[in-house]
């Protein structure tokens, strides 16, 4: 609607986890040199905690295709509020499996012969769980056992649990499992320096040159975000568009002012 306007190709706020739009601020370089890590190294388990909105989904798509398939064979679960075997069915489709066995214990033998085959091909298994603070206590126990599966003491299975920082304490409460997770990760949100950084970023991958936004409007922005990107690209989104069709060269920080006052942005 209002790309024409300020002389973008595509939508430069838009809220979808896409990879080409991503900004490696210095709390997702870490968290991504973390989980890189838990993975090539074995480490068997890994949490990346993180507020809602912070990037989690993101960064384990970026995870995904920064990894190479001739290393890494990776199942990304992102729902994993299932039954017990529902969940390890979904496990072995994720990694791609056809003819999903329909019984527990023939699934869980089929991820055993994929994690050999891997093993003996030197590629790395990943299993990866967005959203796993709302794992019930059961697939937690799900995810202790797929840990299980070691040989000479060598991890087989690399568990990436992605999740709300509750997940942190859920895990805590099952020592068995705690004990299995050798890295945890929480991810900020963007300080000032990544959210001035990233609105411009943004922009200029979405084919704009120069920043849309005065200093003063990214102070408003970073003030009441706190540097959360999906609230950041929220504000920016409706920021642009009020300045469209106030025919605006510049967003100054009275326009993030009244988007923030009319209540229209939380
Ligand atoms: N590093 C980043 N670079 C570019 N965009 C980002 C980045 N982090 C987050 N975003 C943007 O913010 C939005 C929200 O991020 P995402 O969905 O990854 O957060 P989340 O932590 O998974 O949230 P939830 O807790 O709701 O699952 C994404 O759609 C994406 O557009
Ligand atoms: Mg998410």
Redesign the pocket.
Known sequence: MYLNHWGFQESPF?????PR?????KS?EEALARLIYAGKMRKGGAILS?E????????TKVCVQELSRAEFDIGLVVNPRLEPREFIQEIVYQFGLNDVPDTKVKCLHRLNERMIENMRANRETILIID?AHLLSPSNMEEIRLLLNFQLNDRFLMTVLLVG?PELKEKVQDIPQLNQRIAIKYHLEPFDYQDTEE?ILFRQKRAGRNGNAFSPEAIERIYDHTTGV??SI?NLCDLSLLVGYSKNEKVIGPNIVESIIKDGAIY
């Open positions: 838009e809220n979808v986890p896409d739009f991503f900004y490696l601020s997702h993180g809602i909105g912070c990037g989690k989904t993101t960064l959203e709300q990233y990107p999906r690209n």
